[in-house]
């Protein structure tokens, strides 16, 4: 028997001890590489496989999960699994229920020409070495720059008959330079590997183009510009995102905040709740109408974007907020189903594909897909910053922290560029802004057409306890808000 | 388990040194239970075991690393790890510096706190500890969430410099549980760090959780204003914000990279208020500790700030070869932190002596960020059952609040340092298990803290 058939006997006698629904993801292998040029130097050049199992239980209305990375005893790993569900149900409030939906047998890949693990470590290093030269600058204090690369067999085979293969191959590349303001402090300016949704992201896709060195280029040059910078006002005025740090406001503020587990109270021991209740879907000003939102996991090349989840549900587009109208979540099947209890009404017609694990050790989770912004007719950037009276232009994430419920937020940029009278100005370093959520998203007055979004890709989003860190996009395009405090 | 890993090591290493590879290693295993719960239910139980083999070749400045998560009995694909480090070493670049590999010195084994009964609680057991320390304060408005989680971590380390092979061993709990009411969303907590099972105490969980339920159960909510306050933080916002500083702050690679807010300048001067002393303490039980690092450097006693004076660096290896420095015995998963505790005597907070000012208190801090690291400016929130203290100690609620101020500020003035002790525990789980803990003070109070931003509701 091979490792595959194992697995589904061990299933069926789950289901014969009584568990109502089993699952299991077997990583046959995950690979992953990493290199990393700091100041020249060659400071990782990591490679790592794993393998492993997990196995989930449902028994009486509670999970039970256990993992290993020892693929040699199957029966003690399912059979801990199951005494760990036995044990959960002796304290329930509300027995899990799964949404219904049909097993599927599939199979999924992620869209690339090349394999990264195809590419030898040599080429690869040529190719660091290059942007790190590039990136090297008198006024260049340090330099880095890195590639990743993770490629994951996933096999999910559950106790309704599921059998799904993904094949997914995900690199994230970027690079920083740090440099020191004659005062002593540093600044810093950075850029990212990311998209449009659309073709292939193997090598190809970091070295198609240029795209490394325009924006080498481009970083050093803007990093000359914050050294000798005025400090960012401390006033109330229009803020223009670009996608660089409206794909963060996005993600803390609406992805998180509209995850269901979250609006259910399942995170409130770790990553906290949401501001958002059950009685507020279908009825809730969000935004302003110009506020479009979509989990769209059907994007054809994202990090986002995986085929199945791992609850064996397809990936699907599915509108959040709708002309600022608060409308749907991230959602599971679990979830779906104790929100429409609990509300006593179908707000929730099925389950949205949004269940992953970040690994074969973790548990399914209400996990973002590419949470994207639809582009608005408010023309280019500069049609944006033309209409502005007083506002500033702002992008890069420096920091970022929420408040627990997502209610209000706080975020520092690497860079601003001032607005006055319809002019962009000059620039201005350690550029801050903060508010209140829904103020915020209500005051949104300009939303960018199609010539203004990115897919940024998100390789670190972190929640869950034990913790998990998970891959997804963001297809945003620039926005404008108004009447938002900055410089604090 | 012991026995099987250094054994398993020793062969690895006999194995890269027939092959003449230069190499060395991590060898690390785990075993975790975790029991999470919300809704005042038990959302999840999760065991885990895990072994994970990191090796390191090193062909003079070039080095390439290989690891591999598997089975125990896997050696050959150990084996083809260290090969495969070795191929990436052989194409890899150098670096400009010279780098250190020494042999490594055999040390007696380092398991003296691990405790097995820990380690073999099982889920009824910790469901019974979850019941005593929550009692009866749970109703159907007042749920329940939170975490008890325990594991076991083995480590060997070794290189093919010599044949010794270092062995570690600890075995932790972290307990923390949160009281929220289901629609007017304030919430409460209370945390606890074991290493081992007699640690435990579920009564300490309970007073600490009626103590703000009843002041939160009678008492309304207010907004207060932005601005300056005198701020109390428990042991547990203190732990959080001194381990950002030892990121921002105590490492020299961080320093001479520029992205540290300390730097050369600070080395021997009063940075701080004079009550304030930081100190990295591997004799402290406490906190999990290491008595080597992964090079094998045998750990002891560092301090970092002496009465408020900044005292040294932290070096990691690589970082003291490339800027031609001293490696401090730092190339660990955490730090044995501990924060001398002062001379007021306060337990808990019914002992919080009489304040001068308006006082806040934060239990915890949500999402913490470095809004500036060479500033050393950093923002969070308040969490778990915030509370304001008036100048006549009447205590009341706040809504929540954002903190945002730099290091120097923070702790340029402190009032009093509580007398009491207690270990938090930092420890997280992304990646390999590494049980982390800071020992500090139980109170501190800070004079003359920036506040933000303030929330007008839960
Ligand atoms: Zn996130």
Redesign the pocket.
């Known amino acids: 028997m091979n490792i595959t058939q194992k697995i589904k006997v061990e299933l069926a006698n789950l289901k014969k001890k009584g568990a109502e629904y089993a699952d299991a993801r077997f990583y046959p292998s995950r690979e992953t590489e990493s290199i990393t040029f700091l100041q020249g130097n060659l400071k990782e050049c990591r490679s790592s496989a794993t393998t492993g199992i997990g196995v989930r239980v449902l028994y009486n209305g509670a999970w039970g999960f256990a993992s290993s990375s020892l693929t040699e005893n199957l029966p003690a790993l399912f059979g801990s699994a199951f005494e760990n569900a036995v044990a959960a149900s002796n304290r329930l409030s509300f027995p899990v229920k799964l949404a219904n939906r049909k097993p599927i047998t599939a199979e999924y890949s992620s869209p690339r020409r090349i394999d990264p693990f195809d590419i030898s470590v040599s080429e690869k290093l040529d190719f660091l070495r290059k942007i790190d030269k590039k990136l090297e600058h008198n006024i260049v204090a340090q330099r880095i720059s890195y590639v990743t690369s993770d490629k994951q067999k996933i096999i999910f085979i559950d106790t309704d008959g599921s059998h799904i293969e993904k094949n997914i191959c995900d690199t994230f590349a970027g690079m920083k330079v740090i440099g020191v303001e004659k005062n002593g402090n540093s600044q810093e300016r950075s850029y990212e590997l990311g998209g449009d949704g659309f073709g292939t992201r193997g090598w190809e896709a970091l070295v198609s183009g240029d795209k490394f060195p325009e924006n080498a280029d481009r970083i050093v040059d803007e990093l000359s510009q914050i050294l000798v910078a005025e400090s960012a006002p401390k006033d109330t005025r229009s803020v223009i995102l670009l996608p660089g740090i409206m794909f963060l406001q996005t993600?803390?503020v609406i992805?998180?905040a509209l995850e269901l587990d979250r609006i259910l109270g399942y995170e409130l021991s770790y990553a906290g709740g949401s501001f958002v209740r059950l009685e507020d879907f279908g009825k809730l000003r969000y935004g302003s109408d110009k506020l479009t939102v979509r989990a769209d996991g059907t994007l054809p090349n994202s990090p986002g974007s995986y085929g199945y989840d791992d609850d064996g549900v397809e990936c699907q587009d599915t509108v959040l907020i709708d002309k600022g109208i608060l409308k749907n979540a991230i959602t599971s099947r679990q979830t779906i189903v104790e929100a429409n209890e609990k509300a006593g009404e179908k707000i929730f017609e099925k389950a949205g594909g949004c269940a992953r694990a970040s690994n074969f050790n973790r548990i399914p989770l209400e996990r973002?897909t590419n949470i994207n912004i639809d582009p608005g007719n408010d023309g280019s950037l500069n049609d944006i910053i033309t209409s502005t009276e007083s506002g500033i232009v702002l992008d890069g994430a420096r920091s970022w922290s929420i408040g627990s419920n997502r209610e209000q937020f706080h975020f520092a940029n690497e860079i601003g560029w001032l607005v006055k009278d319809g002019e962009k100005g000059e620039v201005v370093k350690n550029p801050t802004y903060s508010s209140d959520t829904l103020p915020f998203w209500r005051s949104l007055s300009a939303v960018g057409d199609k010539s203004t979004a990115e897919l940024v890709y998100?390789p670190?989003?972190?929640?869950g306890l034990p913790s998990q860190q998970?891959y997804?996009g963001h297809l945003i395009p620039v926005c404008k808000f108004d009447n938002v405090k900055t410089g604090e | 388990m012991k026995a099987k890993i250094k054994k398993l090591l020793a062969e690895l290493n006999n194995f890269a040194r027939g092959k003449n590879i230069t190499a060395e290693y991590l060898l690390h295993a785990e075993k975790s239970n975790l029991i999470r719960l919300a809704n005042s239910a038990v959302s999840l139980n999760t065991s885990e075991e895990l072994v994970k083999l990191i090796v390191t070749s090193r062909r003079g400045r070039r080095a390439g690393t290989y690891s591999i998560t598997t089975d125990l009995s896997a050696i050959d694909r150990m084996k083809s790890a260290i090969v495969s480090a070795d191929e990436i070493a052989q194409s890899a670049d150098e670096v400009n510096y010279d780098v250190t590999l020494t042999p490594m010195t055999q040390l007696p084994d380092d398991d003296v706190n691990f405790d097995d009964a820990l380690v073999g609680m099982n889920s009824s057991e910790k469901l019974d500890f979850i019941n005593k320390a929550v009692g009866t304060l749970e109703t159907d408005k007042i749920k329940l969430s939170g975490i008890f989680s325990t594991g076991a971590v083995w480590e060997a380390v070794a290189n093919t410099l010599s044949e010794s092979v270092l062995f570690h061993s600890v075995s932790d709990g972290q307990i923390s549980l949160e009281l929220t009411h289901s629609e007017l969303k304030w919430e409460i907590a209370a945390t606890q760090s074991a290493i081992s099972k007699s640690d435990l105490n579920p009564e300490k969980i309970q007073s600490q959780l009626s103590t703000l339920l009843n002041i939160y159960q009678n008492t309304s909510p207010e907004i207060i204003k932005t601005g300056k306050y005198d701020i109390i933080l428990s042991g547990e916002a203190l732990a959080e914000l001194i381990g950002m500083m030892e990121y921002i702050g105590f490492s020299g690679g961080l320093f001479k990279r520029k992205m540290s807010c300390l730097r050369d300048e600070h080395l021997g001067k009063k940075i701080f208020d004079d009550k304030l002393t930081i100190v990295d303490d591997p004799a402290v039980r406490e906190t999990f500790p290491s008595v080597f690092d992964y090079n094998g450097n045998q750990r002891s006693k560092f301090t970092f700030v002496e009465n408020g004076v900044f005292k040294q660096f932290m070096w990691d290896r690589d970082s003291a070869d490339e800027f031609n420095e001293k490696e401090t015995g730092h190339d660990v998963s955490g730090l044995s932190t501990v924060i001398s505790s002062g001379n007021e005597l306060v337990s808990s907070i019914n002992d919080i002596p009489e304040n001068k000012e308006l006082t806040l208190f934060i239990p915890h801090l949500h999402y913490m960020n470095i809004v500036n690291m060479t500033e050393g400016i950093i923002t969070a929130c308040s969490r778990f059952g915030a509370l304001i203290f008036d100048k006549e100690n009447k205590i009341r609620v706040p809504f929540n609040f954002r903190l945002t101020d730099n290091f120097f500020n923070i702790f340029n003035d402190i009032e009093w340092i509580s007398n009491e002790t207690v270990a938090v525990n930092t420890s997280n789980s992304y990646g390999m298990r590494s049980p982390a803990a800071a020992f500090v003070p139980k109170f501190i109070k800070l004079k003359n803290i920036s506040i933000t931003h303030v929330n007008k509701s839960f």
């Open positions: 993600h803390e992805g998180h973002m998100v670190n989003c972190g929640k998970m997804l």
